[in-house]
């Protein structure tokens, strides 16, 4: 498994700025994939 966006470990403290950090790291990479996704 890759690592997205950087997440192996996360720079932040505290659960609210993880989960934070983790849905616009998702978000940036669901639109990354979008192109793709539409093409196939």
Do not use: D, E
């Not at 997440?7 to 700025?17: A, I, K, N």
């Not at 950090?21 to 998702?26: C, H, Q, V």
């Not at 940036?28 to 793709?36: D, G, I, V, Y």
């Amino acid at each position: 498994a890759r690592a997205v966006g950087g997440m192996t470990q996360s720079l932040y403290r505290g659960v609210g700025r993880v989960r934070a950090r983790f849905i616009l790291t998702l978000a940036a990479n669901n639109l990354a994939r979008l192109p793709k996704l539409l093409a196939a």
